[in-house]
């Protein structure tokens, strides 16, 4: 039969699955905002690790400001997190060897 192997395609996609999963798990990101105001960690899970507030920024008492500033921060780690991980699967479904991947 052809070179196709189902089961070994799918024993190959498991190990990817594995890796990717570690992989997120080991990916870190920073977001930031307001010059750095606003400092925001996440893994690439998606789940926040940290956040730095510059203590300026809660002296100068504008909490809308402060807000925006953490919604900023956490949304562009976010991003961050998503091109990390779109760029890991690219590498791995390019090296599974399925056709048009």
Known sequence: MGGFNLQELMSQA???YEV???KMQDTVVEGSAGGGTVLV???GRKQVLSIKIDPEAVKAGDLEMLQDLITAAVNGAGR???EAMQSTMGGMLGGMGIPGL
């Open 41 to 43: 960690k996440m893994d």
């Open 14 to 16: 498991k190990r990817q």
């Open 80 to 82: 961050k997190v998503d």
């Open 20 to 22: 990717l999963q570690q």
